[in-house]
């Protein structure tokens, strides 16, 4: 019996048994989720993932995409933060306004090359609990990839944000604020490694903007750009 036919017997008794198009919809899905096989949810969870750190990482690329971001601006780092009225106070406002621009313009400038280095990490994952995650929080796929490989990816990355921190004067513009701090009487020498700092804050940022395209290819059926996504997502759609 060839495919056309067994289509029309079974809108015949769907027609014959009185059932509804949501019986049908809920009939269809199911057997949809029937089929779905263990690689079929991490390639859709893979290419849910490769959407989100692309959106991301061009997003964070671009002009303010780090400091112009409420979500994953870069902040001084904790030791200067806490003393950053202090600092403020003794005139060094436009020191402190310098380096909050350029350690944000370096993290813009490494995330043009975090793509790659975030894919390959993403396309290595096996996924052995994938309709865990498949069936989880809005960002579980997000948190299993921030578990899995934030120690392989702070390595690739650190030093593509030492060289983006050093075209950008980041680096001299920091060493100059914590000289100036360091020389102010009464204060206590400090000299946090802003290389660490940043690295691990831009990895934190391109995860958050990971997160939220995941949410959405979850809530919206239109963000699911690959077959699969469609076919994976819509299983667990209600």
Known sequence: MNRTSTVLIFLSLIVYLGCTSADVNRFIQGASQATLTNEDVGNGLRDA???????????AATENGFFGNNLIRIPLPEDLRRLEATMRQFGLGAEVDRVLLTINRGAESAAKEAKPIFINAIRQLTFQDAFNLLRGEQDAATQFLRRTTTSELTSLFQPEIQ????EVGATKHYADLVNAYNSLPGTRDINPDLNAYVTSMAINGLFTLIAEEERKIRENPAERTTAIMRRVFGSIDQ
Do not use: T, Y
């Open 49 to 59: 993932l490769v959407k989100g750190i692309s959106v991301g990482a061009d997003q």
């Open 163 to 166: 060289k983006s921190l050093n």
